[in-house]
């Protein structure tokens, strides 16, 4: 699908200090559009949509949060480790709201396999599919999330 003008203004959003300091494009040459079109492919392949892997994605982080900050282990097959910073972070994509940075870190104990992703992620991927550009500091593999996530 083509690029709209509404696609570049809220790519102008993502890039390393419009938002964030890194941006969340990464190191992605792609056009917006071409990101989104290629992980909603990778997400349709693996049989899910991006509103399931988001409510996973929150679960885990509502589990975690009763660590109050402290690792805690989750149905024997995570350790999640939920943190705040200070600050918020509003939608590239120009939804009403802030989104805490708050981090949560997932570990899976039997595959060793670790992701880390902020409130603003699961945002992301639940309202946009967006899992941000390649080599973006909080980029989010489909297909490897879904599989951290116990969904594949």
């Given amino acids: ?24 494009l990464g190191a992605d040459r792609r056009k917006l559009r071409d990101i989104l079109d290629a992980d909603d492919a990778a997400v ?13 994605m929150r679960d885990l982080r509502d589990a975690g ?21 200070r600050g918020r ?11 805490d940075k708050e981090f949560t870190d997932v ?10 992703f902020s409130r603003l992620n699961i945002h992301l991927v639940e309202a946009h599919g967006f899992y941000e550009g390649l080599g973006a500091p909080f980029r989010q593999d489909p297909e490897r ?3 951290v996530l116990g969904l594949i």
């Fill in 44 to 56: 349709r392949r693996l049989g899910l949509s991006h509103a399931a892997i988001a409510a996973r």
């Fill in 1 to 24: 699908m083509k690029q709209s003008r509404t696609d570049d203004i809220i790519e102008a959003r993502m890039r390393p200090g419009a938002i964030t300091r890194d941006g969340l």
């Fill in 65 to 85: 949060a009763r660590g109050l900050g402290e690792p805690i282990r989750v149905d024997d097959t995570y350790e999640i480790r939920v943190d705040a910073v």
């Fill in 145 to 147: 999330l879904a599989r």
């Fill in 107 to 116: 570990l899976h104990v039997r595959s060793g396999e670790r992701i880390t």
């Fill in 89 to 99: 972070l509003p939608c590239p994509f120009g939804h009403p709201g802030l989104f």
